[in-house]
Nanobody
């Protein structure tokens, strides 16, 4: 079992930056692949980024490549999402998720989810 708590969301102007954090409970955090997903009003939850247990392998949605960076600190049981050059289309609730094994890009492959943090980008 792992519990996830996101933080760092907020309101930012287009072109600005935010860093999201996801703190995990449990002693086995380093064995989990982690993912970030987002959901805008009226839309399905979509993949943003994922990272393997060591941080040595990452995946990104095409829409965020070159702007977002996922990273993790296993000593702190935390995964991060650095978001730069934010756009209004990035507005959504952002969720972190965990799964055993390799990272995946489908939400249904993740076992544990946080409660989400709101990111709003104004134009």
């Amino acid at each position: 079992q792992v519990q996830l708590v996101e933080s760092g969301g907020g309101l930012v102007q287009a072109g600005g930056s935010l860093r999201l954090s996801c703190a995990a409970s449990g002693r086995t955090f380093s064995s989990y692949a982690m993912g970030w997903f987002r959901q805008a009003p009226g839309k399905e939850r979509e993949f943003v980024a994922a990272i393997n247990w060591s941080g040595g392998s990452t995946d990104y949605a095409d829409s965020v490549k070159g702007r977002f960076t996922i990273s993790r600190d296993n000593a702190k049981n935390t995964v991060y999402l650095q978001m730069n050059k934010l756009e209004p289309d990035d507005t959504a609730v952002y969720y972190c998720a965990a799964r055993g094994g390799l990272q995946r890009t489908r939400a249904r492959d993740y076992d544990y989810w946080g409660q989400g943090t709101q990111v709003t980008v104004s134009s």
